[in-house]
């Protein structure tokens, strides 16, 4: 056998990488020297961007993982299992760097099993960590080289992503026993931050082996010898729960941290240990400046490490670093206070900062709902266990068939790969009532100011519920979702519409009906004729004159990926954000951006802002966006577009998508008002049938527009 028969694909994709016609077997010495080059090789890739890097590691991915099916459990499959784990490490240490942790999490899985399938979002399997029976010693050293590392990111995604507890919990002992060792052997370097990494999922799990760890951590933390460096990566976790089981407070830790080890503290940790000092609002005041001042400059430093969309991943997958100054904001801060610190950490330059005339809505604050306002406050008390907000990630998971991680952890869910994020919705009213149970908005309107309407409605951290449609239906008015934090332009008065007609089965009749409601609202209508490519669509993008861009298509979103998350073009290929960020926009006022495609507002929730996801990144001082949570049905699809043209024509765009959402729960309503415009257009008569009334009326239908600012 050749190593071609053994990486048919990475051979044909990469012929001039090795010599594939070389004898090779899985036993021996060869599968040994065979890792180390592939990991060379994937370490070493060109590209600013890091794409060869991954292509690379995938596409050995994709041949190791037909290997092992091949193979199954007979000899050679245990060298099989070393090279997996050797060749992942780059990849796992790579992603978890950069924020990608649905990536982090397929590649740690991977690496320990045989039967991981990367597609699937729901894994069962035998998990393996070296050393491996019946591998040659060279190989389980290199291995076991790399295990800390492993070891770190794995405890890291368990606690950060989720998906992981149960093999955490089933690994735990060993990894510690391992970690221990390695420092006592001299390794402290990889083997203290791993041992940290450990301690504090476990402190956050609950895990039996907690305390002990902890209790030891801080007994050594007391020794002779150990390394300032060391001791502060100890000195950061004591900051957090795990200071029960010490000799201090979590603030007494923060302030020796910051007095006696601030010459050794890295990146986050300046910033991380500053916000737990703060005991109260004059110690926010006296030192105010100096804390937005160093979260500022560790934004800026993650975002020049990254451009574009990956600067967003990789402060999100960070935010918890200013979650401690958050909660203390909330309690004694104000709402001003609160932007000023979001402003630090999510700002762009050369923008001017939005006003804080916002409702902030502190979503899991204490396991309850903190709700600020200028000049007032209303907190709901959590429940123990915080079970109001498990319920009400619980039941955006059923309802929308995805996997939405509470403070329970990681929970047994049931999903159909083949319905996965598509909508279930006869599962709406237990969604109704978790948002009710949890929010209890009814309690809060009595507290608002009368008449008072917020420039924007600020949720942290965010869910991909319907807030804004709830919100809307209780308090009687509609703001908009805080994406960019920027000061808006004055919206532009809308002359021109232009429309991207994607085919579905509804776009000639949606077009249809906007060029109808154009008639009579003094608009000139454009539609973009075929074909319907990129640059067509830059095109329709940088078109000066458009005072509102209505796309009508199918979008795509990933869980994980922004590169494979866009508008899907008429070839099938995605056109991202960060593509469609690169065109021009207007230079005066404010235009509008409609997407009535799948998903355009879904994003992926790291305990930030929302912020990662096509329609939030193309979000800015001039461009406010609509778009939809999640997939939408055809039906309610041009029952929206049709509706929220015609309320376009004669109110605000908050006004607007607050009429139409209250339009679409009465379907008949709904039939009037469209005969108004032309009653022989085609979409009443799609939108006539009981089935359309129902999806149209239904929560995860009208609920699912959101308008971004």
């Keep these: 056998m050749?190593?071609?028969?053994?990486?048919?694909t990475t051979s044909a994709t990469y012929p001039g990488l090795a010599n594939w016609d070389a004898e090779f077997e899985w036993t021996g010495v060869a599968p040994m020297a065979v890792a180390g080059f592939f990991r060379d090789a994937i370490e070493q890739a060109p590209g600013a961007d890091r794409q060869p890097f991954f292509d690379l590691a995938e596409t050995i991915r994709g041949d190791l993982t037909a290997e092992t099916r091949r193979i199954g459990d007979d000899e050679g499959a245990a060298c099989l299992d070393a090279m997996r784990f050797i060749i992942s490490i780059p990849a796992i240490m790579t992603t978890v760097a950069m924020g990608a942790h649905g990536d982090c999490y397929n590649w740690?899985?991977?690496?320990a099993s045989r039967t991981h399938n990367v597609n699937l979002r729901a894994n069962q399997g035998d998990y393996r960590l070296p050393p491996y029976d019946g591998v040659a010693s060279p190989m389980n050293a290199a291995c076991l080289l790399s295990l800390p590392d492993c070891i770190t990111a794995a405890f890291m995604i368990a606690r950060k992503f989720g998906g992981m507890d149960d093999w955490c919990d089933q690994i735990a002992d060993y990894c510690i026993g391992h970690v221990l060792y390695e420092i006592v052997a001299g390794d402290v370097v990889r083997g203290v931050p791993a041992i940290v990494t450990i301690a504090n999922w476990a402190t956050n799990r609950g895990h039996n082996c907690a305390e002990p760890l902890v209790s030891s951590m801080a007994e050594i933390y007391g020794r002779p010898g150990i390394d300032d460096r060391s001791k502060a990566t100890m000195a950061v976790l004591f900051t957090t729960a795990a200071a029960q089981w010490t000799r201090q407070t979590h603030q007494e830790w923060a302030k020796e941290a910051l007095r006696e080890l601030r010459h050794v503290l890295v990146e986050h940790e300046v910033v991380q240990l500053l916000a737990v000092t703060i005991d109260g609002f004059e110690d926010w005041t006296e030192r105010r400046?100096?804390?937005?001042?160093e979260v500022r400059k560790l934004a800026d430093d993650y975002r020049a490490l990254e451009s574009g969309?990956?600067?967003i991943l990789a402060l999100e997958a960070r935010v918890a670093i200013i979650h401690p100054l958050i909660f203390s904001l909330t309690d004694f801060g104000t709402v001003a206070d609160i932007m000023d610190l979001l402003w630090a950490w999510y700002g762009v330059d050369g923008m001017e900062q939005a006003s804080a005339d916002v409702l902030y809505i502190g979503s899991a604050h204490k396991n309850g709902v903190a709700y600020l306002w200028p000049g007032g406050q209303h907190l709901i008390e959590g429940d123990e266990g915080g079970e109001s907000l498990e319920g009400l990630l619980a039941g955006l998971s059923t309802a929308l068939n995805e996997y939405f991680r509470g403070p329970a952890g990681d929970r047994a869910l049931l999903l159909d790969e083949r319905m996965l994020g598509a909508p279930a919705h006869d599962k709406a009213p237990e969604l109704t009532a978790a948002i009710a149970r949890h929010y209890r908005f009814d309690e809060l309107a009595p507290h608002l100011p009368e008449g008072w309407c917020p420039r924007s409605v600020v949720v942290m951290p965010a869910h991909r519920d319907p807030v804004q449609a709830t919100l809307s239906n209780i308090l009687g008015w509609l703001a908009p979702m805080e994406a960019s934090l920027a000061a808006p332009l004055q919206d532009r008065t809308t002359r021109c519409v232009s429309i991207w007609p994607g085919e579905t089965q509804t776009?000639?009749?949606?077009?249809?009906?906007?060029?109808?409601?154009?008639?009579?609202?003094?608009?000139?209508?454009k539609v973009v004729e075929a074909p319907l490519d990129q640059r067509a669509f830059q095109e329709f993008y940088e078109d000066p004159d458009a005072d509102l861009l209505w796309v009508i298509g199918h979008g795509e979103q990933s869980p994980f990926r922004q590169s494979e998350s866009g508008l899907v073009l008429a070839d099938?290929?995605?056109?991202?954000?960060?593509?469609?960020?690169?065109?021009?926009r207007p230079e005066t006022g404010r235009r509008l951006l409609v997407l009535n495609i799948c998903s355009a507002t879904a994003t992926q929730n790291r305990g930030g802002l929302?912020?990662?996801?096509?329609?939030?990144?193309?979000?800015?001082?001039?461009?406010?966006?609509?778009?939809?949570?999640?997939?939408?049905?055809y039906y309610a699809a041009l029952a929206f577009g049709c509706s929220l043209s015609l309320d376009l024509a004669g109110s605000s765009v908050a006004e607007a998508l607050a009429s139409t959402m209250a339009r679409m729960q009465q379907p008949e309503r709904l039939i009037r008002d469209f005969e108004t415009v032309d009653a022989t257009q085609e979409a009443i008569s799609r939108l006539r049938s009981e089935r359309a009334a129902e999806q149209i009326s239904n929560l995860l239908s009208w609920g699912s527009p959101v308008l971004l600012t």
Excluded: C, K
Excluded at 108 to 111: E, G, I, R
Excluded at 572 to 584: F, Q
């Design 2 to 8: 050749t190593l071609r028969d053994s990486f048919p």
């Design 289 to 293: 400046v100096q804390i937005l001042g």
């Design 507 to 525: 776009t000639e009749a949606e077009v249809s009906f906007i060029r109808a409601v154009g008639l009579h609202a003094g608009w000139e209508v």
């Design 108 to 111: 740690l899985h991977w690496s």
């Design 610 to 633: 929302a912020r990662i996801g096509f329609g939030h990144e193309l979000t800015t001082a001039d461009q406010s966006v609509i778009g939809h949570l999640w997939p939408i049905d």
């Design 309 to 311: 969309p990956a600067a």
């Design 572 to 584: 099938g290929t995605v056109l991202t954000s960060a593509e469609i960020a690169a065109y021009a």
